[in-house]
């Protein structure tokens, strides 16, 4: 490989700003903040809007929104025809 070409591989602190959660992980994210973890040494600090903590998928809190009448329409059209029953 060449030198000096790869961004820094390094610890980095990510916090979920909507569950109030940080996790700590390797990444070459770059940051300007810094955050004292629970070693009390000081890591880059990413901030990120969504996670496994907050994500209605991985919480259970996920919902099915039908909108205009979609999922009737999906199954009207596809009926008998998914997942290759015919």
């Given amino acids: ?4 070409i790869h961004p820094k591989y390094r610890n980095v602190v990510f916090r979920d700003v ?5 996790f700590i992980t390797r ?3 770059q940051s ?11 890591y880059p ?3 990120v809007d969504i996670s496994a903590a907050s994500h209605p998928f991985f919480t259970g809190k996920q919902k099915f929104v039908d909108t205009a009448g979609r ?6 059209k596809f009926a008998g025809n998914y997942f290759g029953k015919k």
């Fill in 1 to 4: 490989m060449k030198p000096d």
């Fill in 45 to 47: 600090l990413v901030k």
């Fill in 71 to 76: 999922v009737e329409k999906f199954q009207k």
């Fill in 18 to 22: 909507s569950a109030d959660f940080n």
């Fill in 27 to 29: 990444s070459t994210a």
């Fill in 32 to 42: 300007k903040d810094v955050i004292t973890w629970e070693d009390g040494k000081e």
